[in-house]
């Protein structure tokens, strides 16, 4: 089936690291986004990517499109308290609806 | 700002009940989703609607239904809760097939 998987499933950083997060596709997508939950939140849209080796910033955020629209990335340079929550991706495969990885859940120690 | 508006916040239910989850959104979007969160295991897709009357199955149906007679509403169904059932659930709407989703905040419910 379609499936996007996420790593890691957990993340703890200390405040100023750098964090990661990586969503990969069996088949190819026709475009990813990525999305915030805070905790006792709902998931707030952070961005789309849509073309082939795409790469987009917002602020210390860091976004990337894989060659083949396999993968994606999520980079956040510098971490601070504010950046904590579960971040998910989200791969539209072509056929209206959005499947979402399993999220990486940030936390961050002062 | 887009509302998308879950009836309940907290919801507990027994066994065998026949539930229903609300969503109202007011930005006239054509696409509705609902969506089950349970930890580990991500949002997984239950159903979602791109018009009225129009239904599509997601990734895990069973046991669920849905109603979109009006644009701006979406009812999941329960038909008979089952305790396997307790889970947050998040709706979501968006305007066009490329534009993000909209979540409302959330329905926790406790089957007992």
């Known amino acids: 089936g379609q499936q996007v998987m996420q790593i890691p499933q957990y993340q703890h950083v200390q405040e100023g690291e750098d964090f990661t997060t990586y969503c990969n596709s069996s088949t190819t997508l026709s475009n990813i986004q990525w999305y915030k939950q805070r905790p006792g939140g709902h998931p707030v849209f952070l961005i789309q990517l849509v073309k082939s080796g795409e790469v987009k910033k917002q602020k210390r955020l860091t976004f990337q499109f894989g060659e083949a629209k396999k993968n994606s990335s999520l980079h956040i340079t510098a971490t601070q308290t504010t950046d904590v929550g579960t971040y998910f991706c989200?791969?539209?495969?072509?056929?209206?609806?959005?499947?979402f990885g399993t999220g990486t859940r940030l936390t961050i120690i002062p | 700002d887009v509302k998308v508006t879950q009836s309940s916040r907290y919801l507990v239910k027994r066994t065998g009940e026949k539930v229903f989850l609300e969503c109202v959104q007011d930005?006239?979007?054509?696409?509705m989703f609902w969506y089950r969160q349970d930890p580990g295991l991500g949002l997984r897709l239950i159903y979602f609607?791109?018009?009225?009357?129009?239904?599509e199955k997601g990734d895990i149906p069973e046991g669920y239904s849905v109603s979109r007679e009006k644009k701006e509403r979406f009812s999941l169904i329960l038909e008979s809760a089952s305790t396997n059932q307790t889970s947050m659930y998040l709706c979501?709407?968006?305007?066009?097939?490329?534009?993000?989703?909209?979540f409302g905040n959330g329905t926790r419910l406790t089957v007992t």
């Open positions: 989200a791969g539209d495969f072509g056929n209206e609806k959005l499947t």
């Open positions: 979501a709407s968006r305007g066009t097939r490329d534009s993000p989703l909209h």
């Open positions: 930005m006239d979007h054509e696409n």
């Open positions: 609607s791109y018009d009225v009357k129009m239904k």
